[in-house]
């Protein structure tokens, strides 16, 4: 049986939708540092001794998802747990609210602060390159935003769904998700994201709103020694 493209969505991703961003050595694929921090392989038998020594600084950390290859001398492997890997199959109910618009460069400063506070490990300064973001203002400030970010063919990955603590409670992040999970449906796209078991908000704001867990799928960190 054929592999499922969200066993392995970072390589499929790479691979595919963001080929051009990808740097590669041999079949180990990688965002370049200041988009995001992941790295992609094409199974758990890939060698990668020199693809990793290629594409990762001494003393940088990397992050894989699904099935990896055992670590190479003078790496560290680390399992993070498991992530609740969760689709959307259906439209979801429309969510009224304020208007909100697309992000770009002009937005830029304050989505970097806003995932500064509120989601500090993976949003680097040119993660906005991955995909589309759109974002809800209140008395000027940037309230919430949501994003896209890996897209194995047929699917995409929902991302940076963040709320500032200011303005929790309101129903931005419910109103952003349904709206951007019905685009990408509308579009012939399956929408998907990856959750910690340990953010039970999140998790049951996703139940809640029409996603299920697909898999639990293990997330590690790949760290290069100095």
Same mark, same amino acid.
């Given at each position: 049986? =054929?592999?499922?493209?969200?066993?392995?969505?970072? %390589?499929? +991703?790479?691979?595919?939708? *963001?080929?051009?961003?990808?740097?590669? *050595?041999?079949?180990?694929?990688?965002?370049? /540092?200041?988009?995001?921090?992941?790295?992609?392989?094409?199974?758990?038998?890939?060698?990668?001794?020199?693809? #990793?020594?290629?594409?990762?600084?001494?003393?940088?950390?990397?992050?894989?998802?699904?099935?990896?290859?055992? /670590?190479? +001398?003078?790496?560290? #492997?680390?399992? &993070?747990?498991?992530? !609740?890997?969760?689709?959307?199959? =259906?439209? #979801?109910?429309?969510?009224?609210?304020?208007?909100?618009?697309?992000?770009?460069?002009?937005?830029? !400063?304050?989505? &970097? =602060?806003?995932?500064?506070?509120?989601?500090? *490990?993976?949003?680097?300064?040119?993660?906005?390159?991955?995909?589309?973001?759109?974002?809800?203002?209140?008395?000027?400030?940037?309230?919430?935003?949501?994003?896209?970010?890996?897209?194995?063919?047929? %699917?995409?990955?929902?991302?940076?769904?963040? $709320? *500032?603590?200011?303005?929790?409670g309101r129903g931005y992040a419910?109103? &952003?998700?349904?709206?951007? !999970?019905?685009? &990408?449906? !509308? +579009?012939?796209?399956?929408?998907?994201?990856?959750? +910690?078991?340990?953010? $039970?908000? /999140?998790?049951?704001?996703?139940?809640?709103?029409?996603?299920?867990?697909?898999?639990?799928?293990?997330? %590690?960190?790949?760290?290069?020694?100095?």
């Open positions: 049986m =054929a592999a499922h493209p969200l066993d392995n969505p970072i %390589w499929q +991703s790479l691979a595919h939708r *963001h080929r051009d961003l990808a740097l590669a *050595h041999g079949e180990v694929l990688r965002y370049p /540092a200041e988009v995001a921090p992941f790295l992609g392989v094409p199974g758990p038998g890939t060698p990668l001794q020199t693809g #990793l020594d290629a594409l990762v600084a001494p003393g940088e950390s990397v992050y894989l998802l699904g099935a990896v290859p055992p /670590a190479p +001398s003078g790496w560290a #492997l680390q399992n &993070l747990g498991d992530l !609740a890997q969760m689709v959307c199959d =259906a439209p #979801l109910a429309e969510v009224p609210g304020p208007d909100f618009i697309e992000l770009g460069d002009a937005q830029r !400063a304050d989505v &970097l =602060a806003l995932t500064a506070l509120v989601y500090p *490990h993976y949003f680097r300064p040119q993660t906005m390159r991955l995909g589309r973001y759109f974002g809800l203002y209140e008395d000027g400030r940037l309230a919430a935003i949501i994003g896209e970010r890996m897209g194995p063919p047929g %699917w995409r990955e929902i991302s940076a769904v963040c $709320t *500032h603590p200011d303005f929790l419910r109103r &952003l998700m349904a709206w951007l !999970a019905n685009d &990408l449906l !509308a +579009s012939g796209l399956i929408p998907f994201l990856h959750v +910690s078991q340990q953010n $039970t908000r /999140a998790l049951e704001l996703y139940r809640n709103n029409g996603f299920r867990t697909r898999v639990e799928i293990p997330f %590690w960190s790949l760290a290069r020694g100095p």
